[in-house]
T-cell receptor, first 113, second 109 residues
Framework: KAGVTQTPRYLIKTRGQQVTLSCSPISGHRSVSWYQQTPGQGLQFLFEYFSETQRNKGNFPGRFSGRQFSNSRSEMNVSTLELGDSALYLCASSLTTGGTEAFFGQGTRLTVV | AQRVTQPEKLLSVFKGAPVELKCNYSYSGSPELFWYVQYSRQRLQLLLR??SRESIKGFTADLNKGETSFHLKKPFAQEEDSAMYYC???????????FGAGTRLFVKA
């Protein structure tokens, strides 16, 4: 079956702009989580969605938001981009939530200039 | 507070030597614990989980509730084991998987 698909793979934006990243989970998976990966900080949890509801949120400013659609696809939005937002953004899907294996996409590499 | 600590950012061993990647966690309940691996230019993927108690690619991990540890071990490291390893904790029935900062394993020939 198809894996987790993230689009776009690469993105270059300027400071102050906004960006929307997309994630299509594995068919049948209802939980989608987002992570920010940087060399210095490792994997930082952003938020998780299950059945179109945000179930948990990490310690990121309100500029980071997301949503999940009825087909479980998810989008993440970052407004007023800052240089420090440059990172690899990973999406992971799970069959259910809590205690189940997470399947990761290849990520979207965001560069803010 | 839930936390996963991987004290080593980089671990370098020779091929054939034993390897142990350390992971300690902080959680008041009974968590599910995982090791994920990211090989160069590949996506992050599950290596093993504690409830399955299996050996994957020669790696094993034992949950020690007394020491709140879940160290990853392999008796004889191979060059292809070189990768980034993340320990992760998922509270049962919860909504958030927490990852450690990761340990980069480098196996030298």
């Amino acid at each position: 079956k198809a894996g987790v698909t993230q689009t776009p793979r690469y993105l270059i934006k300027t400071r102050g702009q906004q960006v929307t990243l997309s994630c299509s989970p594995i068919s049948g998976h209802r939980s989608v989580s987002w992570y920010q990966q940087t060399p210095g900080q490792g994997l930082q949890f952003l938020f998780e969605y299950f059945s179109e509801t945000q179930r948990n949120k990490g310690n990121f400013p309100g500029r980071f938001s997301g949503r999940q659609f009825s087909n479980s696809r998810s989008e993440m939005n970052v407004s007023t981009l800052e240089l420090g937002d440059s990172a690899l953004y990973l999406c992971a899907s799970s069959l259910t939530t809590g205690g189940t294996e997470a399947f990761f996409g290849q990520g979207t590499r965001l560069t803010v200039v | 507070a839930q936390r996963v600590t991987q004290p080593e950012k980089l671990l370098s061993v020779f091929k054939g030597a034993p390897v142990e990647l350390k992971c300690n966690y902080s959680y008041s309940g009974s968590p599910e614990l995982f090791w994920y691996v990211q090989y160069s230019r590949q996506r992050l993927q599950l290596l093993l989980r504690h409830i399955s108690r299996e050996s994957i690619k020669g790696f094993t991990a034992d949950l020690n509730k007394g020491e709140t540890s879940f160290h990853l071990k392999k008796p004889f490291a191979q060059e292809e084991d070189s990768a980034m390893y993340y320990c992760a904790l998922a509270p049962t029935g919860g909504f958030k998987t927490i990852f450690g900062a990761g340990t980069r394993l480098f196996v030298k020939a």
